[in-house]
């Protein structure tokens, strides 16, 4: 394992509580952290800005940038967690615990633990011999709204040749993804006594109409896929369901979130608006009573198509060759930024969101050698 220095970073980036949640009574200002990473970046000699990103909780993108010139490298990650688990964790999760060879602490895998890794490779450098830049970006907000990285997207403040985002991939290079997008559909009925249900509108009665349509779009799926993901197909789950308040009363109100991972090539704007059609002869037969809304803004799919260099270099390096992923990252909007982009690093993501969550210590010189060799490749 590399020094003390590697070590130290990872403990005090953790020891930063920098939670991401809708709750406004647990999420948390990024602040401290982004001020940490700032400090130890500045001191490697990197220019810094910091910037507030628009519509949310006090929440902060870091830009770090060694050397000058055209092109170069963005290393990028997020700088907030999930919630933890209140009892189910071991140990304090803002306490990197070392035990078993693994690194146990919320944040280890997924994925604040990855800036002492780019702190680490950039010291083993020669930075006198930069021929191009490296950028380190620090997100807010991936872990909920991915604000941090669409806000950054809509900046264009550089335009680095490649993009590489250091999510948990097991140090397997990940070159396309699934998207995501949430909906709540709300019935609202008419309560009444159970006794005379011609007295009022069942909303479950229409949930359960709105859901058989919804289960028949869903079928459609299964004729469009992509066997390089291991779920091949696009997907729908009904997710939370609520409605009514008691067995004797007609039900006034119920409510559904569900949600859809895209496969690349599907667009989001279609699929909504085929969701909606689907749902027309509801609405239509129920007028004022049945509305659909995005509960957040959608994540894109995303499929590289102009990285073939950099998929060459990194298998080069690491053995692997590049794998797709059925959850989604920040990549499809780092890669608005006019950079090959993928996603590679440390960890796994069965890891991710989990009580001792934790990051194998083996991975440690791997992820460095990666790193150094990817920094010397495309910037010296």
Known sequence: MTGLNFLQNYKNIIAIPSISAFDSAIDQSNLNLINYLSEQFSDLGFKISIHSVPDSRNKFNLLAQLGSGEGGLLLAGHSDTVPFDEGKWQSDPFKIREADNRLYGLGSCDMKGFFAFILEAVKQID?????????VLASADEETSMAGARFFA???LIKPDVAIIGEPTELKPIYKHKGHMAHSLNIQGKAGHSSD????VNAIEIMVDSINRLLDFKKQFETNNDATFNVPQATMNLGHIHGGDGENRICGHCQMNFDLRLLPGMQDDAIIAQIDEVLAPVTQKWPGRVSRELMYATVPSFSCNTE?????LVKTITGEDPHSANYCTEAPFISELG?????LG??????????????ALDYVDPTLHLLTQVIAQTCL
């Open 127 to 135: 930075v006198k011999k930069l021929q191009k830049p490296i950028y």
């Open 154 to 156: 809509q900046q264009q």
């Open 339 to 343: 950079c090959d982009t993928i996603v």
């Open 308 to 312: 073939a260099d950099i998929l060459a």
């Open 346 to 359: 440390p960890g796994s993501i069965d890891q991710a969101h989990q009580p001792d969550e934790y990051l």
């Open 197 to 200: 249900p011609a007295k009022g």
